[in-house]
């Protein structure tokens, strides 16, 4: 609160200039707490209100005890102005240290993605120079061929019919011939009549039914009912 008086000493002016001071340092305190964090701002808002308790006096105490109030009103406004440039100077080392992280961590993904893309440029490079290499190593369709040829030259001689000849000559003589019926399995399927009566297969049961039908055969007889089985058999 600034007064204003007519024939004021010297120490009347030094308050009225102190109490001047601490209401500018309780503006500049507020308006710097509206910048700050919900804690530090509570507490510089303190200061501001301190200096500003201290520049509100009345004409009658800055007259008779100018130098006391100057002392006050001098203190709150050191107060409060160096209580606003340490949570400025503190915030603003907060943001530096945020940018300065931020700056790291950018620095650290670029870094990681040019190492990545290091990393894919030399894995194909040298995948480009193992292909050629696979694909050297391959046999060429030609090459196939020929060695298909190679691999049945030595079979030729095997071809003439001499060996045939001697097994005819040693026929009677031959006793592989009577384990001929080896291949008798087979047959049981053939010997069973492929049709049957309607009226003799109507007699059977299902599971009959399909057991004739897996005998002669037949496939997908699982899902039948007894008279597609019937009919299958027929």
Do not use: C, W
């Not at 102190?18 to 305190?29: H, T």
């Not at 440039?85 to 945020?98: C, D, I, P, T, V």
């Not at 001499?162 to 001929?180: F, I, R, Y």
């Amino acid at each position: 609160m600034v007064l204003i008086m007519s024939n004021t000493t010297k120490s009347q002016r030094k308050a009225l200039a102190a109490v001047e001071d601490a209401a500018a340092a309780a503006k500049f305190a507020k308006q710097a707490a509206k910048t700050l964090s919900a804690k530090r701002a509570k507490k510089l808002r303190e200061f501001a209100d301190a200096a500003r308790d201290a520049s509100d006096v009345s004409k009658k105490a800055l007259r008779k005890r100018p130098a006391k109030v100057a002392r006050r009103a001098a203190k709150a406004a050191d107060r409060a102005v160096t209580a606003t440039e340490s949570a400025l100077a503190r915030e603003q080392r907060k943001a530096a240290e945020q940018a300065r992280k931020k700056a790291a961590e950018k620095a650290k993904k670029a870094a990681a993605a040019k190492a990545a893309k290091k990393k894919r440029e030399k894995d194909a490079a040298a995948a480009a120079v193992a292909a050629p290499a696979k694909r050297g190593k391959a046999p060429t369709p030609a090459a196939e061929f020929v060695d298909a040829i190679l691999a049945l030259e030595p079979e030729k001689p095997l071809e003439p019919e001499q060996p045939v000849a001697l097994v005819e000559a040693v026929e009677p003589e031959q006793p592989v011939e009577p384990e001929k019926p080896a291949a008798a399995p087979a047959r049981p399927r053939t010997r069973r009549p492929r049709t049957q009566p309607a009226t003799a297969l109507d007699t059977l049961t299902v599971a009959a039914l399909r057991e004739r039908a897996r005998d002669g055969g037949h496939t997908g007889y699982s899902r039948l009912t007894k008279a597609q089985l019937v009919e299958l058999l027929s």
